[in-house]
């Protein structure tokens, strides 16, 4: 397969914009009775069985009347809009782990399950255990009230379930990455090339148990004509701390704020307030995500609490070479690395839909 860099605007359902989608709803796709008494008798044999998340697999807890459903989400991430919001789910009558198994098999059916820190745990957690603001060099983003920039996360596919929203604010918002290209190809079609040259991310700002304090990427992948976007400018703009890595260049600054800028214009992205249940799939390869600034609630039983999976897809999506976060693992592939962690316990969904909480402090 050849590499292209032709610089023409990306068509198809990929480019939305959030103002067009805002009141047309089709993104939305609420799960009928019979789908959730699958999600629901089919989560709690697997809270029963407790497996190990690390060594379970989708024929282990088959889901035959979702299949078609998942197979539609699947469709949505890679050949759609790029994302899917799933609605339906009572979990004001789920534990935490019920609600856990049902987000981990549907994962599980979608792709293969990567971790997502040096612990290895592969549910992650979106919840303020932190009092830091994003200014702080040691605040996690997953662990602070802070709103977020737009950005990719270190995988083909992202998956958020809400537990419980936030007393105020906390929307989820999306923007369609090849939206975004398109405009600045109309714009400064001089700057444009710079997007599909490598750009130093920083990664112990993701992850403080990082091997590495960087990693490189293009921001734009155009191969065999098919359109990917990896970006988040405040680890790029970070990577810049550290004397080791090589210093931007006017230019790269330059399309860099741009592409902040046509981000955050009106009607650019889309805007979902979570509710209890719902489900968020993202391709990270067409829409970037962030999240507004929230108010939580006091109790900590109440907290905004969001899980996170990141997946591993088999979708045959072509992509230039060392595209993303490619210096994550897969569960598959990072078998032998794992086993080293059999202790720390998170690898049951009963214990791994409890955050850390010593971590973000």
Known sequence: MTVTTDLSPVTGPAAWRGDQ???EKSWIYQLNEAEIAELEAVGRKFVEDDPDLRRVTR??????VCAQAIEQWANDMDRGRGFVLIRGLKTELYSDALSGAIFYLTGLHLGVPMKQNEMADLIDHVIATSTKTMDDP???SSRVADKLVFHSDSSDAVALFCLRPAKEGGASSLVSGAQIYNEILQRRPDLAPLLH?????DWYKQDHDAPAKTYTSPIVSLKDGVFSMYAGSTYIFTAQDYPETPRLTPQQIEVVKLFDEITYEPGMALDMDFQPGDIQWVSNYAALHSRTAFIDWPQY???RHLLRLWLKRDSDRPLVDKFGKHVVKSREEDREDTSGVEDVGQFSVKTAVVPRMDWGL
Do not use: C, H, M, V
């Open 59 to 64: 024929d282990d807890y088959p889901l035959p």
């Open 197 to 201: 040259e490598p750009f130093y991310f």
């Open 21 to 23: 989608l805002q009141n």
């Open 301 to 303: 039983g109440r907290k």
């Open 138 to 140: 040691s605040a996690l």
